[in-house]
């Protein structure tokens, strides 16, 4: 049997890429950190994952699986060497420490004369994560490597959509390597970026207009997150699907999804009766009360999730720049601004800012609004509007 390498055995990796490879005959390789978890993985050769809906549940076991740590690099070499499929699952700052193993494998296999592609796909929350990769990969080679990099090494962006939260404590000690997720099972990745001929991965579609996945990944899926945990913080919620069944949010959260949806169409000639039913099925999806996803979980790190190019901001200039006014995004930045967990200290920078800016300044320095612009003056006038009734 084959080997897939996984690096990150966390929600993504465990919790829907290791499912797809080994639903498609490789033995999982973990790299991970994580002692405790390596050990059982390697003791057990399997973990469960348990598929969880308003409908029911689906017990899985994913086998065969194996485990190995970070720091130790030539092993994780030696997997890599022999490999030609694996995954990143790490989180984007974890990857310049993912970067030098990478360009180890390459100069082992380029020493080896192995003239067969490695190709990872690239599972992290950023855009262009694959080049963003390479360019620290090619850091550690020299010419000569890298040229065999452009050849050998496949860095392929996907668009993660399978919903995949943290397990509540209490089962987390009772089964350390359980993972639960949603249902939803579709992989698309950047045909282009492949080296070679592109694996048989149960579910991945390679797709030649990714930017277009990227975009509806971004400016529907993730905005309509965002958009769902700040509305629902202001009126006091604590899971996605219960804020749903309010009306006013559930109106609020369709008409941001909607807004992007018609953006994108038009951007990237998209059917927008196909958007549509994309949104409508996010929305049934959203509403899933056994994964019991919290508003926290969907609003945590406010900075980030109302910068310029991010899923709300981003979502509300792509609808600009298609020549729309956007109408429900204004609202859902401001309310972003509302946001304040006592768990999310970056939460709590934003509302530092707020109170030493004002939410004029606020606004221009994480989003880059202008106040003076008529999206700067629809947001203020949204975030005063929820002041007085928050």
Same mark, same amino acid.
């Given at each position: ?39 059982? =993985? ?83 929350? *950023?855009? @262009?994560?694959?080049?963003?990769? *390479?360019? %620290? ?17 496949? %860095? ?15 089962? *987390?000690?009772?089964?350390?390597? #359980? ?29 030649? @207009? $990714?930017? !277009? ?14 958009? %769902?945990?700040? $509305?629902? $913080? ?9 804020? #749903? ?29 196909? =958007? ?9 999806? $959203?509403? @899933? ?8 979980? %969907? ?18 200039? =792509? ?9 429900? =995004?204004?609202?859902?930045? !401001? ?36 106040? @003076? ?8 006038? !949204? ?8």
């Amino acid at each position: 049997m084959s080997k897939a390498v996984i690096f990150g055995a966390g929600n993504i990796g465990r919790g829907f890429i290791g499912q797809l490879f080994s639903e498609s005959g490789y033995e999982v390789c973990f790299v991970d950190i994580d002692v405790e978890l390596i050990d059982r =993985l390697n003791n057990d050769r399997a973990y469960p994952l348990h598929l969880v809906s308003n409908h029911g549940q689906e017990q899985l076991v994913i086998a065969p699986v194996s485990a190995t740590h970070a720091g130790k690099v030539s092993q994780v070499v030696d997997v890599l060497r022999g490999c030609t499929l694996g995954a990143t699952a790490v989180g984007v700052r974890a990857l310049p420490h993912v970067a030098p193993v990478i360009a180890n494998a390459v100069q082992q296999r380029m020493v080896g004369d192995i003239d067969l592609p490695l190709n990872l796909i690239i599972c992290e929350n *950023r855009q @262009n994560a694959g080049e963003y990769l *390479r360019s %620290l990969v090619y850091e550690h080679l020299s010419e000569e490597e890298k040229e065999y990099a452009d050849r050998f090494l496949g %860095l392929v962006d996907t668009v993660i959509g399978r919903m995949v939260p943290p397990l509540p404590e209490d089962l *987390r000690v009772e089964e350390p390597t #359980l993972i639960r997720a949603e249902p939803y099972k579709q992989l698309p990745v950047a045909k282009n970026m492949f080296r070679g001929t592109i694996p048989d991965v149960v579910s991945m579609q390679a797709e030649d @207009n $990714f930017e !277009a996945f990227t975009a509806m990944k971004l400016f529907i899926h993730n905005a309509g997150h965002a958009a %769902l945990a700040y $509305f629902g $913080f202001l009126l006091g919620y604590q899971y996605g699907w219960e804020a #749903l069944e309010n009306t006013d949010i559930y109106t609020d959260v369709r008409g941001v999804m909607q807004e992007s949806s018609e953006a994108i169409s038009k951007k990237y000639h998209i059917d927008p009766v196909a =958007l549509d039913a994309y949104s409508q099925e996010l929305i049934q999806r $959203f509403q @899933n009360k056994a994964l019991g996803d919290t508003l926290f979980r %969907l609003g945590r790190d406010p900075m980030r999730k109302l910068s310029p190019e991010d899923r709300l901001v981003g979502a509300a200039r =792509l609808v600009e720049e298609v020549g729309s006014a956007p109408g429900f =995004l204004p609202k859902a930045i !401001a309310a972003g601004y509302h946001f304040h967990h006592p768990e999310d200290e970056i939460s709590s920078e934003v509302q530092g800012m707020i109170n030493s800016l004002g939410i004029e300044g606020a606004l221009q320095k994480i989003s880059g609004i202008s106040p @003076n612009e008529t999206l700067g003056q629809r947001v203020l006038q !949204a975030y005063n509007h929820q002041t007085m009734s928050f």
